[in-house]
């Protein structure tokens, strides 16, 4: 196990509690942070956080520059007919070309399950018939709106959702993070956070609907966002603002 095994993990086990809920943003801003704090301080990394405007690819996704072999993070895996939304990892799922071709991983759910790092992409007709819920007119229609609740939740349900069912393999589940481009895609919707937050002043704190998945309690900016053991557990309000001394960024 390693570090990247580390995130998937984290996601699957810890970051559940955050979706269909007021801390899918933050939980996935916190998380990010992290990656790109283990980026620096264990790859040496030294560029910033890219984010996929998948606003540019919305009318054909599978062409989408990301996937390109050589100067993106590879492509679908070996042509195949897909059977149901329940795409199974490993096998002839695996990805077959690009930087992490051929990567083996381990978990899958909460078992150690080791299989190479796997997308199953929708038929190129059916991923494009869900390009509409990332286009500009869709993404503007979301931006649009005035309450928190409504914004996350519109987000979640229609962009952020999008992309995985399209994508498949591994991303299509809770250890999505083993795939590069969940990064990637949850730093655009952190990006699109970020600009709703930027149209006025009282959406810097603007926070509010269940406190977790499936709770009745509300929420609150002192709730805490949950790692597990990757990083401390620390409150809502550390990371609402994006130029604070934790988190120091801006799009």
């Not at 199953?120 to 509409?132: N, P, Q, T």
């Amino acid at each position: 196990m390693t570090l990247y095994d580390d995130f998937p993990h984290v996601h699957d086990t810890t970051g559940a509690f955050s979706h269909d809920a007021a801390p899918f943003l933050p939980w996935h801003r916190y998380f990010i942070h992290l990656y790109e704090t283990a980026l620096r301080e264990s790859c040496g990394y030294e560029g910033v956080m890219t984010y996929w405007d998948w606003t540019l690819d919305w009318e054909n996704p599978t062409a989408a520059p990301v996937w390109d072999p050589a100067h993106g993070f590879g492509g679908d895996s070996r042509p195949h007919s897909r059977p149901s939304q329940e795409v199974i990892v490993g096998q002839d799922r695996c990805v077959v070309d690009g930087p992490f071709a051929g990567l083996q991983v381990h978990w899958f759910g909460e078992h150690d399950n080791p299989h190479c790092l796997s997308r199953g992409f929708l038929d190129k007709a059916d991923f494009d018939s869900i390009g509409y819920q990332f286009s500009p007119s869709a993404v503007e229609q979301v931006m649009s709106r005035n309450d928190y609740h409504d914004f996350f939740q519109e987000l979640e349900d229609g962009p952020h959702l999008a992309i995985p069912h399209g994508v498949g393999g591994d991303f299509f589940f809770t250890v999505a993070p083993y795939d590069p481009v969940f990064i990637l895609h949850h730093t655009q919707l952190d990006r699109l956070w970020w600009r709703w937050q930027q149209a006025h002043p009282s959406r810097q704190t603007a926070y509010n609907g269940p406190a977790s998945h499936g709770s009745e309690d509300a929420a609150s900016l002192d709730d805490m966002l949950p790692m597990s053991n990757l990083a401390k557990s620390i409150k809502v309000r550390e990371v609402m603002n994006t130029e604070s001394d934790l988190l120091c960024y801006r799009y």
